[in-house]
């Protein structure tokens, strides 16, 4: 089993949310059509722009944690340099993208 940390926004250098998952796919879906209530919903975070994948739990969460824990410009370099353009990794995932 894969197990992901990813960083979504709403547009680039927007409001950024660090999360782990162990379903990319749906966890990003429910990013997408705003089935979750919290942080994402609320500045309606929609756009994978980074993601790491990890075999184990363990090390998924501690990676999390760790990007959680930097400054936001820290953050966006790690952005920047996987993802220069901040595509959205997901575009092209769901054959309904609520997003367009």
Not at 82 to 92: H, I, M, T
């Amino acid at each position: 089993m894969s197990y992901w940390v990813y960083i979504i926004t709403n547009r680039p250098y927007g409001t950024l949310y660090v999360g782990m998952t162990g379903d990319l796919e749906r966890r990003v879906w429910q990013h997408k059509t705003g089935a979750l209530e919290g942080f994402s919903k609320r500045y309606g975070l929609k756009q994978l722009v980074y993601v790491e994948q990890f075999r184990n739990v363990t090390s998924a969460i501690e990676r999390e944690t760790h990007i959680k824990g930097w400054l936001r410009k820290r953050k966006i370099e790690l952005i920047n340099k996987a993802n220069p353009l901040w595509r959205d990794l997901s575009k092209g995932w769901y054959d309904d993208n609520p997003v367009g």
